[in-house]
């Protein structure tokens, strides 16, 4: 029996090829989308869940509960040790402190050691982290760790540095002050976690670093970069430890205020997608949507496919007459039917598969990320692929195939099957609209995104970003005579020390009092280091006062307007030459500028003070004179190279800093323009398909009606009208729907563009310019057919 | 071997019913051969689907072999159908994406019947009616004739001890048609088979034991067919 299925679908997938073509390529298509995105979805959700104590580990992060509350990622230094003596059911806990760079040079036989620039790589860590997360130690032992001056380092880096991994006793230089001795080296770290550091030092050697050590008891600082990791006991929860914590809080408090820093552990596995504490720029929300257009995809081809299974049932029709009549009972030809779909639908998976595998190299460059079809990740693919084939089965196949097992068998001998009438085509009618009202909801949503990229790119951010670039500052002794021979390169127009540019992720939060004011402000000023050059290299406009005069310490202060405004004041005049204390320097105020973004357009404006503390510069900012700038650029590094032989040069031009702020969002519009592109190509393969079937069955009605005077327009219209309907209807759905969606995600973002009816019309007409191209040629074609053929056929 | 019993079929049409058959009234016995005449649209091919249990009487009881068809639902009434009935139709009705051979096979494939079995069966019937060389062929390969030759197996390929036929040699030419009721002639007088034909012409008629003539959904007279 099984092989008589077979054998009929396999020879009725053959005759009607087009069909089974454009059902294959629709459905493979939609399946490589859903495994793609079902592979994103599990690597996101798998993050950091591997480890075994996973289920009670926390983070300890910090709210800033000023006149808002600020999340923070990290916890003072000392929360560890107090964890440890305050609370009996925490199994572990340990301090783990990343470095966002570090330079590492490893002593080789020439003499001169090689350097390393290492981003997120290193970290100072308690040895308890070891029995919080899984870190298995390949050789070596963890135990030395407690000792100053040690390190772990993966096989990876080992192999990096030393050329092998039989490494325990060799030795490396951090930033070209402390020396580390490797005692240990660790099996290499999956991608799924978010503690990539692989160069672990040990916490104690902070103790003689002296830019560390007197900070190491300290409750009054935090920094991202340094958390505190909790293993409870089994058995105890998370909720036990919160609520502890006002209780903690009032016992290890701030020196300033008991409510200012609120200490709360958040569970290690919800880590990763949160975005106020985490360190991904991956959200749930996101997730969902992607899971979300996953499905609509899968929609998508199924709606094809029920369509023209439909469309085609009256061709079968006969066919299951006689089988009828030779005595098939109805579940027999359903099962027949459900059959072709199925195999239909493994050849589609097959695509979908081998297509995935090919497009998944360049969805991870586009996402910036590390899925592999490899590893771990295979059982729940293939379960997750078994279930798709399973569902697509049925979604597409359970209709058709009831419909058609139903056929009257003493009808449809005479071929007169009921499919085409009242019920089927008014279903057909609800699926493409469905399909309408996907796209459209796909293609506002696409626009509205590019229309947000688009107005971030385009908006005033309130500095010239021009043809400013920076370079590091690593060490503060020779950054005056870099800065004055850069200077003297001719090309060059302007040059600044500061500590950051206007707009940067690394910035210096901190307390400010005004005048006579008896209690600080409740709200922190980023407080930015800079010298006199900088409001000129980076166009920041002053709209009061004058500019800071040079200087290597704090004598006077330059704020922007919400500054002003925080304070208050009715003017930026007001604020001139009135005392701030910042940072714990009292000087007066003697200049305001305009407000700029230094965020980026996600969050409000802070308020922003700068002032030359020389000791706060990291950065160099360089102004180019227009012209060709690569002769500039070489210079500039032979000069900085000159300065600092130690270090390693790097040169960041504006343009692409300011661009990281719209990295998340450049990477949505990558997906959303690339699935809303394929939802429509795959609705455009049903559509002629289903134009194809139309076209043939009107053939006898065109040349009637054109044997009664009927003009091309005319006949054209006849197909036209229906589709102009359907793609209104689908629209009167859409665009609600895509409105509330879209609007909803631009309030993520304190500065966006507006929902105007332009990205409404847009939808509307480039639904009708697909539909037009994709059924227009047919019609045309069957509009202007001589009727004589076309009559003489029947 | 079966009896209807004032056989009704209708259409309801908003008030107004329109009627296919009524009061049909009729016995058949086993080993009979009967043709049903009539004009067009006086409910022939209908009362041949209502035996035939491809459609079902609007009123009335339909008995088979002691069996009450009109209370079965349509699982019994497959079974029944499986094991007892062949039908033979105007147009062939082979399915055009299978041979001759797998045309053949289909019945015995929704009766279960187990491989051997189904080959002997096969290489049996395409021996009895010549067609061996045709076996791979597929229908549109054939003549009308071979075709309905074709079709006449397949109906006799489960064993059914009655075979109804609509217009089986409707759409032959003359000196075929002949052939075709030649053996259905054949099947009933050598093999007992039950043999219900529904024919326009007087000739196949002939060829049959009575004739039921059909007016306007109802048995207007009975002839028994004089050689």
Known sequence: MIYNYLLIAFRNLRKNSTYSLLNVLGLGLSIACCLLIFLMVHYHLSFDTYHKKADRTVRMVTDINLETVTPFRGSPNPMSKALRSEFSFIEKAAMYAGRYEAVISVPNVSGIPDKYKEEGKFAFVEPEVFEILDLPLQQGDVAALREPNTALLTEKIARKYYGGTDVIGKTFRYDNKVDFRVVGVLRDLPDNTDYTNEILVSWSTRNSMPEHAPYLDNWGGISGDTYCLAALQEGRSIAELEAAMPEFRKKYRHPESEMLFQYKPFPLKAMHLNTDYGNGNMEKSYLWALALIGLFLLITACVNFINMATAQALKRAREVGVRKSLGSTRGQLFWQFMFETALIVVAAVVIGVVLAMFSLPYLNTWMEENIHLEGPGRLPM????????????????????????????????????????????????????????????LIIGAAVVTAQIQFARDADWGFRPGVVFTVPVPERAHM????????????????????????????????????????????????????????????????????????????????????????????????????????????????????????????????????TASSGYSTCAVELQPGNPAQVLEQVKKVWENNYPDYYYECN????????????????????????????????????????????????????????????????????????????????????????????????????????????????????????????????QAAVANPVKSLRSE | MLELKNIEKYYQ???????????????????????????????????????????????????????????????????????????????????????????????????????????????????????VAKKDLFPAQLS????????????????????????????????????????????????????????????????????????????????????
């Open chain 1, 480 to 611: 005056n005579a870099l800065k004055e021979q850069i200077a003297a390169i001719s090309g060059v127009k302007n040059v600044s020390l500061c500590y950051q540019p206007p707009a940067s992720s690394s910035n210096n939060q901190t307390g400010v009092q005004f005048e006579n004011r008896p209690e600080g402000e409740p709200w922190m000023v980023n407080n930015k280091p800079a010298d006199a050059q900088y409001i000129e290299t980076f166009g920041l406009k002053l709209v009061a006062g004058r500019n800071l005069q040079p200087s290597d310490t704090v004598r006077e202060y330059l704020v922007n307007e919400t500054f002003v405004k925080k304070l208050n004041l009715a003017s930026p005049e007001e604020i001139l030459n009135k005392k701030a204390n910042i940072d714990g320097v009292n000087a007066p105020i003697v200049g305001v500028v305009a407000d700029f973004h230094n965020w980026g357009f996600s969050q409000d404006i802070s308020a922003i003070s700068f002032t």
């Open chain 1, 653 to 780: 031009f504006m343009d692409d800093l300011m661009a990281e702020f719209l990295e998340s969002e450049s990477i949505i519009m990558r997906l959303i323009h690339i699935f809303a592109g394929i939802a429509i190509f795959i609705g455009c393969l049903g559509l002629y398909g289903l134009a194809s079937f139309m076209v043939v069955r009107k053939t006898k009605e065109i040349g009637i009606r054109k044997t009664l005077g009927a003009t091309v327009p005319g006949i054209l219209w006849l197909f036209g009208k229906e589709y102009i309907r359907l793609i209104l209807i689908a629209f009167v759905i859409a665009a609600p729907v895509a409105w509330w969606a879209m609007n909803a995600w631009l309030q993520n973002y304190v500065y966006h563009t507006t929902l105007g009816p332009g990205i409404f019309v847009i939808g509307l007409l480039s639904t009708f310019a697909v539909a037009f191209v994709t059924v227009g040629f047919q019609s045309i």
């Open chain 1, 382 to 441: 293939a379960l997750f692929l078994l279930a798709l084939s399973v569902l697509v089965i049925f979604l597409a196949g359970a209709y058709p195939g009831l419909v058609q097992a139903r056929f009257q068998p003493v009808v449809s001998l005479k071929g007169l099957a009921e499919t085409g009438r009242a019920s089927g085509f008014s279903l057909r009618r609800v699926l493409v609209t469905t399909q309408f009202t996907i796209s459209q909801i």
């Open chain 2, 13 to 131: 049409n908003g008030a107004t019913k329109s009627y296919v058959l009524r009061y049909v009234n009729a016995h058949i016995a086993e080993g009979e051969f009967v043709s049903i005449m009539g004009p067009s649209g006086s409910g022939k091919s209908t009362l041949l689907h209502i035996l035939g249990m491809l459609d079902e009487p609007t009123e009335g009881e339909y008995w088979f072999l002691g069996e009450a068809v009109h209370k079965f639902n349509e699982r019994r009434r497959t079974e029944l159908y499986q094991q007892y009935i062949g039908f033979v139709f105007q147009a062939y009705h082979l399915i055009d994406d299978l041979t001759v051979y797998e045309n053949l096979e289909t019945p015995l494939l929704y009766k279960k019947v187990p491989s051997g079995e189904r080959k002997s069966r096969i290489a049996d019937l395409l021996d009895r009616f010549n067609i």
């Open chain 2, 144 to 227: 009308g004739g071979q075709q309905q030759l074709v079709g006449i197996a397949r109906a006799l390929i489960g064993n059914p001890k009655l075979i109804l036929a609509d217009e089986p040699t409707g759409n032959l030419q003359s000196q075929q048609a002949r052939e075709i009721m030649d053996v259905f002639k054949k099947l009933n007088e050598e093999d007992g088979v039950t043999i219900v034909q529904v024919t326009h012409s007087d000739a196949n008629a002939q060829y049959g034991k009575r004739i039921l003539n059909l007016m306007d959904g109802r048995v207007e007279s009975e002839d028994i067919v004089r050689k």
